[in-house]
């Protein structure tokens, strides 16, 4: 074990993790400089420059040790070791003004004193085992027993002292006093771990005691007692509680299955064949990653491991980590040592280093399939591609949703951790992109793959807003150049409660056709801050995460549809607050926001006509008057349960379906037939349907969004006089699956915008395509409805339909995945055009948007116009803006459909958070001990 005086250790044990250090801390630093105070950039500044300079002095030694060829000395294990110490001891004192409460949590992305925890950690564990073997020369003959004896003695002094001295000492609560105190502490914590570790250095070197006879006295509770005995305390197998996991998840078989192995390839003893001897090595090699990962996970542990000793008599067990590295690397040079006289030394590192990532190998292979699985399914139902039929393995996709759940879930505080440290964190980063997903579309998943019901979601009872319009303003002006108008409304938002306090303003208002937004701002006090432009998911993360801490944000986004939504807050008893935001439109028009009808334009530079280029049209509301309206045929597209439980309904179900046929026997003739689960399959009424219903297999959910999304794409794709009527047919119609409504498609159905239940005694009921599609319609229209719709024929001579509702409408001319930026300019009328054209196309092409969806987002921050994958936010501070920055810089590298997590809190590794916890709180204790003693003077 002396190999790792070799002063290259300490690049990997040092300076890399000072580097870290240094980077993570400038990283938060950079969030977070704004909001600080001058005492507090001056503390910040003051902590970088030591440790930029511990980083500078640890690489300069090390580079002089390897230029002189010689081993790390005595002296650098005490300096390490007092300036880490003194370096972490002064951080956590001064840690209220390097990180004031003032800051919301939500800004950080961990926690400065966890970092450090985490980092300087290493070096002092080096440290004490550098001064371990100087102080122990072979050619003395040392006690162990003595070592032992000492560390044992140790915690209990410190429960004597802390029992009968502590309570009688006056000057406790002086700063002298609490200073004295946490010195004690540290001192004893080293000698505690010296002479533990000494021992066990000792044990290990001893050669009469490693005799084989002697050996497993101690290698087996080492190896495999203790090991086993802290997971089932750990994942609460000894105290009958299995949600009480103090230090992580190691909940799975796996752990003890290779804790046994490891323990068992420990305790074998020193064969004297050569190719066993080498496989003993090799299984060694390959379970070292285990050892190594809990010795990491319990390293920030080590200081407080003597207190957990003394405070409970189990607490020993957090040194077990420790104890098996030891043992384990020793074991290791053993066998190298003995393996080098047959083998070639570099062989033997070679297939040892091989071995050793084995299993982190497997680990990142089964996160990568899980990966695979996740984005599969996330891609059908989000991103389908219509054309094709995917098979999703239901199996893996539910083992990956569970692993996605207990990765997001649980308490997040200490004594309830349901992740396992890094673990978790590298899960989190292959398959989800450090992303997440949220518990709705977790649900959709089960529900669709898995045939899971339906978890109602908890919202609460909507509080009904005291926040109206008090007034409005309008300035609209003409541009002769681009012939469309830009026209600024300008709302005044007032709290008419005289007791309510922080209440938001939120309304929902519909964007006409060729309508968008190019601008935003919330007046903040005296000042109007303009709107950012932002990709959407990190804009409504950081409105969240700043409204729980009663800030000023406010948000501007759609919702679905041409529908957008406006949100303010907050708004205060009796206070008037402003926002404004630009339309730019070609005619004018009347919006209605909550019961404001708002004039935007007027008619005295005439009425616009159509406008037309390569990637769209637009056809205004009087231009449509001009063209031929006709009466398109409809027919039935049915839509049949073949999910999990409805084999029994097949013959009730056919019967239904034929009756209502000899019904509209017009509408029959060319009807679809089409089989939904998961799935959707679609043959004809002319087939034999009705064997292949019986013959289907009925598992999964019943998807009847996919189902209409895709015969809205088919009949679109096919563009005839003819359009499709959905009827819904199951027993059970409340367990459809519609998690989304189909007006992003309405271009899809110009003729008809409902869909139909087709419910016991043959009886239709309504559903709209627009609004709320799970619930059914309250009005008596006549089925199968349907209106006339405008022929429209554009300049390469291609037909659409447009519908007969007086409004203006767009039409897609051709599937766009890709337009020159030379095409697009600031606020440019067009330039939204082609924009909406994008996404018009990405909507009937959900497979090409995820890559593609980064060209709306650019396109849309290049042109100022929102869309449907933007947001415009205003935030109060520039800290709030570097937030999210870095939070949009996160979502953008990921997968589309995935989310930003859903609690504003950042979650650190559990082990540092118990660290940080108890150190404040100790810190917190002294202060506040002291400053009553002294308001008692």
Known sequence: MKNLLDPKWLLLISTLPLTVLLFLSYQQYSIIHSLL??????????????????????????????????????IYGFLALALHITFLYLLGYHYESLMPFSIPRWMLSGEVLLYAGTFLMPTMAFSVFILVVKFSPEQKDHKIWLNFGLAVLI??????????????????????????????????????????????????????INRAKYKLFWKIPIALLLPLTGLALNNGLLTNDNDFMIFGDFRSIWFYIIAVANGLFICLPELKSRTTRLLVFIAKSLTFSFTLYFFLVFLPFLPLSIFAIIAVGSGFLMLTPVFLFILHIDELSRDFRYLKESFRKYLLRLI?????????TIITGIYYHDRNVIHQALNYVYCPDYSKDVQIDENSLGRVLENV????????????????????????????????????????????????????????????????????????????????????????????????????????????????????????????????????????WVYSNIRNYRKDPGILYYQTGNRITLRVFPVNKNEIRQTGIEFIHREPLTMQIDTNNILLGDSLHGLPSTFENEYAAWIPAQAKQDLKKIHRNPYFNFIIDVSEGSGESVSFLDSEIEKLCSRYPQMADNANVSFTNASTTTTTIKADWKTQHKNNNFKGGFYVEGAIRKGLFSAYSNNTDSYPVFVVVSENPEDAIIDEDFSDLSMNFPDNDRFWYLV?????????????????????????????????????????????????????????????????????????????????????????????WLEIVQNSFRTKVLTPLTSYIVVENEAQKVALKNKQAEVLAGNKSLDTDENSQMMSEPGLMVMAFLFVAAMAVLRKRKHRKCSAQ
């Open 155 to 208: 915690p209990l002094f410190c429960f004597v002292f802390t029992q009968t001295v502590l309570p009688l000492w006056k000057h406790f609560n002086t700063d002298l006093g609490t200073h004295s105190i946490l010195v004690i502490a540290i001192v004893i914590t080293i000698l505690f771990f010296f002479f533990l570790i000494r021992g066990l250095y000792l044990l290990l070197s001893k050669k009469s």
């Open 37 to 74: 105070n001058e005492d507090s950039l001056q503390m910040w500044l003051h902590f970088g420059l030591s440790l930029l300079a511990l980083g500078l002095l640890s690489l300069g030694y090390c580079i002089y040790l390897i230029l002189k060829r010689i081993n790390v000395q005595t």
């Open 405 to 540: 759940s207990q990765n997001k879930g649980g308490n997040r505080f200490m004594f309830s951790q349901p992740k396992t440290p890094y673990l978790s964190s590298l899960y989190n980063y292959i398959v989800l992109d450090n992303l997440t997903l949220s518990d709705k579309k977790i649900n959709a998943l089960e529900r669709i793959f898995l045939g899971k019901e339906r978890e109602e979601e908890q919202n609460g009872i909507p509080r009904e807003s005291t926040v109206v319009i008090s007034e409005y303003n309008v300035q609209s002006t003409y541009s002769e150049n681009e012939k469309c108008w830009k026209s600024l409304l300008e709302l005044s938002i007032e709290n008419t409660d005289t007791q309510d306090v922080n209440n938001e303003f939120a309304t929902t208002f519909e964007l006409p056709a060729g309508c968008w937004i190019s601008d935003y701002y919330l007046k903040i006090g005296d000042k109007k801050e303009p709107g950012i432009l932002s990709e959407k998911k990190s804009a409504l």
């Open 352 to 360: 040892s280093f091989a071995t050793f990532l084995v299993i982190p």
């Open 760 to 852: 016991k005694n043959g009886v239709l009921t309504a559903h709209s395509l627009l609004n709320n599609p799970e619930t059914a319609m309250t009005d008596s229209a006549a089925f199968p409805g349907g209106n006339p719709v405008y022929k429209f024929r554009s300049k390469e001579g291609k037909t659409y339909y447009l519908p007969d509702d007086n409004k203006s409408t767009i039409v897609l001319k051709k599937k766009i995945l890709s337009v020159p930026s030379g095409k697009f300019y600031e606020k440019s009328w067009e330039s939204a055009l082609i924009l909406q054209a994008m996404w018009m196309s990405q909507c009937l092409h959900p497979e090409t948007s995820e890559e593609y």
